[in-house]
Nanobody, 124 residues
Framework: QVQLAESGGGSVQAGGSLRLSCKGS??????MGWFRQAPGKEREVVAT????????YYSDSVKGRFTLSQDNRKNTLTLQMNSLKPEDSAMYYCAAGLSRGSPCSEALRDSPYWGQGTQVTVSS
């Protein structure tokens, strides 16, 4: 079991940057990642890390703008978000779990381990 605590959300103008952190305490799962959910929309994957950062995945919508990093000693997953757009506005959630033979971007959707979320608002 793991507990996840996100931090770093906030409000920024388009083109700005924010850094989100997810601190895990407890068991260290092979998959960790960030998802987001905007009002009226389904939760979508943003970026995931497999096996302590061995493999990273980015959704097409954030590729080239967001960077995921993982500090395995501290069990912390950080999402650096640059060139933010209004469409990036959402509640961002950290998740951790098993891969069960699937890519982390798919496996984490069914994980029972989620943080409380942190709000990101990008104004135009």
């Amino acid at each position: 079991q793991v507990q996840l605590a996100e931090s770093g959300g906030g409000s920024v103008q388009a083109g700005g940057s924010l850094r989100l952190s997810c601190k895990g305490s407890g068991y260290r799962y092979i998959c960790m990642g960030w998802f987001r959910q905007a009002p009226g929309k389904e939760r979508e994957v943003v970026a995931t890390s497999y096996s302590g950062g061995t493999t990273m995945y980015y959704s097409d919508s954030v590729k080239g703008r967001f960077t995921l990093s993982q500090d395995n000693r501290k069990n912390t997953l950080t999402l650096q978000m640059n060139s933010l757009k209004p469409e990036d506005s959402a509640m961002y959630y950290c998740a951790a779990g098993l891969s069960r033979g699937s890519p982390c971007s798919e496996a984490l959707r069914d994980s029972p381990y989620w943080g409380q979320g942190t709000q990101v608002t990008v104004s135009s």
